[in-house]
């Protein structure tokens, strides 16, 4: 504020001052009283003229006021005039306004003004903008009746691993419904922003270089906040002002006159006043002799007497459902899935992975085991007749107590560097691979053999990812049907099976006197003379068999079979 101040009045005090004293302007103090009909109002304002030369001043204008309902305000302003050769002179200023309400409020605000005046017309405009909170809150009364309807518990549980067990935690909710018929009355003080502006003019009954002046003023104000409607209306005013008191000291002013507005919330206010101006001129300095239009230098900004609160009160009348809560925990252990199949986990921080596929026997048929970590192995990991071996999913766990909930694994890897003809994993009837990583290596020239459905009937090897790697020759192989297996479902899988540039294979899934659906999976062979996405030999595709995408390789028909094809996204399909 003060520097757009600064800035305005720059170019003018940039002249050349004059070169004799005493200066035109003085600093002064302007004592005020107000009587009022429904408040009366005392003020002290401190004029200081801090830079001038014959035409133009920057000044200082300081403010306290208090009335008798215990509302108080202080304004501190910068403002710049410019007389013209005109005849008019041309003021702007801003101010910085906080004001403690009868209520118990600190409102703040910024005071933006403009004014023109001359020996006959005086025009003003100010804008008046909130800073900082413009709300307070002074009351609430609230009354309620109610009464209590209904009392439910709810249940819900997770499921989380915990080392080598599956913790169930069932939380109970139980919740007191109750209906509430409330009226609740808020009373609030708003600060509101809006605008003022008037118009005077000279009434001619003294001369217009007369110290004695009478001027009549008619304006209006709008102020509007949110909340509350809007203050607003006319105002008028009616000033004597006597320049040059008769037996007071050089300078002194006295200002008589009167005030009338009205608006809706305030209604009609009328205000008697008198003003008495203090020169504060260095002792037994002569004032400057000034003509009407250089007194007209010193006129007091005239705004509104202080930042525009208003308080209002809202009745608000509802009926709702209120609820008291309390909750507790249960945690159990959950030892079988929802179906009823036992559950295992081997964890790789407390399982080998030497001892990996004598724990899968130890869990027995028909159960799920859940592996975490990471595993590697040298001995086959067989699955037994109905059991899964699961990583990274979900299933619905259960407890003793018959409560269930979903889990959600983590991948686990299992990796497996076994030779010439053993396979990583081998799966048993109606078994289950589902969400590992099975990796399986050789550097020593003989085979990398991933998986294997060998004679079995009914299992699901799906959402894997199989890795089979040699790297001294030999084949790799990631997924192997063979010898007589059916109704093997090999789904959204990625295998990759990678040679190491000799007369061998690499083949991604291969199905061998068995019967397969082989469906949704990324399949890849490739480093060696025969890479081969699917192999199949005298083989029985299932339907359904669709949506394979092929990585590397190529189909490889060894032997017709039966069937429908397997068939890829990206490729030829294959078979029978």
Not at 67 to 74: A, H, L, P, V
Not at 449 to 459: D, E, H, I, Y
């Amino acid at each position: 504020m003060a520097a757009l101040v600064l800035l305005i009045a720059a170019p003018a005090l940039a002249q050349t001052p004059p070169a004799s004293p005493p200066l035109k302007w003085a600093p002064f103090i302007d004592l005020d009283g107000k009587a009022g009909t429904q408040r009366n109002i005392g003020e002290g304002d401190l004029f200081i003229p801090l830079l001038q030369n014959s035409d133009s001043m920057l000044f200082a204008d300081l403010r306290g006021r208090f009335d008798d309902r215990s509302d108080d305000e202080g304004n501190f302003g910068l403002g710049f005039r410019h007389m013209l050769g005109i005849g008019w002179n041309l003021g702007a200023y801003g101010y910085y306004d906080r004001r403690s309400t009868a209520l118990g409020s600190i409102f703040e605000q910024a005071t933006f003004g403009a004014e023109a005046l001359s020996l006959d017309w005086d025009v003003r405009a100010n804008l008046y903008q909130p800073v900082g909170p413009s709300v307070r809150n002074i009351s609430t009364t609230t009354t309620a009746s109610s009464t209590a309807t209904a009392t439910s518990t709810t249940t819900s549980s997770t499921a989380a691993l915990a080392g080598t067990a599956v913790d169930v935690t069932t939380s109970f909710l139980t919740t007191s419904s109750t209906t509430t018929a409330t009226t609740a009355q808020t009373t609030q003080e708003r600060a509101q922003g809006g605008f003022d502006g008037e118009i005077g003019w000279r009434v001619p009954v003294f001369a217009p270089e007369a110290l004695t002046q009478l001027r009549v003023y008619a304006g209006g104000y709008r102020f509007t906040g949110n909340g509350v409607g809007p203050t607003e209306g006319p105002r008028g005013r009616l000033d004597l002002t006597i320049d040059q008191v008769p037996y007071l000291w050089n300078g002194a002013r006295l200002d008589i006159g009167g005030e009338l507005q009205h608006d809706t919330p305030r209604g009609t206010q009328a205000f008697a006043e008198i003003a008495l101006r203090i020169p504060l001129q260095v002792f037994g300095e002569k004032p400057a002799e000034l003509t009407a239009i250089e007194r007209r230098m010193e006129d007091p900004t005239v705004r509104d007497v202080d930042v525009v609160a208003q308080s209002h009160s809202t009745t608000a009348s509802s009926t709702t459902s209120s609820t008291s809560t309390a909750s507790s925990s249960l945690v159990e252990i959950a030892t079988a899935t929802s179906g009823g199949s036992p559950i295992t986990v081997l964890s790789s921080a407390s399982t080998t992975g030497a001892a990996l596929p004598g724990a899968v026997v130890a869990a027995g048929a028909n159960s799920t085991v859940l592996l975490t970590g990471t595993f590697s192995t040298t001995a086959t990991t067989t699955l037994q007749s109905g059991q899964a071996l699961i990583g990274a999913g979900t299933l619905t766990v259960e407890t003793p107590s018959g409560r269930t909930a979903t889990l959600t694994t983590p991948m686990a890897t299992v990796t497996g560097n076994l030779g010439f003809s053993n396979h990583t994993v081998t799966m048993a009837n109606n078994s289950t691979l589902k969400g590992l990583i099975i990796n399986t290596t050789d550097n020593t020239g003989n085979n990398a053999l991933a998986v294997q459905a060998n004679g079995v009937t009914g299992a699901t090897i799906a959402n894997n990812t199989i890795n089979a790697t040699v790297t001294a020759g030999g084949t790799a192989h990631g997924v192997d049907v063979l010898a007589g297996a059916s109704n093997i479902t090999v789904s959204g899988n990625t295998i990759t099976a990678t040679g190491a540039g000799g007369a061998d294979l690499a083949i991604g899934v291969q199905v061998n006197n068995a019967s397969a659906t082989v469906t949704g999976n990324s399949l890849g062979g490739s480093g060696a003379t025969t890479n081969a996405t699917v192999l199949l030999s005298t083989a029985n595709i299932l339907t359904g068999s669709t949506g394979n995408v092929a990585v590397a390789g190529s189909c490889d028909l060894a032997a017709a079979g039966t069937g429908t094809t397997v068939t890829f996204t990206n490729a030829a399909a294959c078979g029978p």
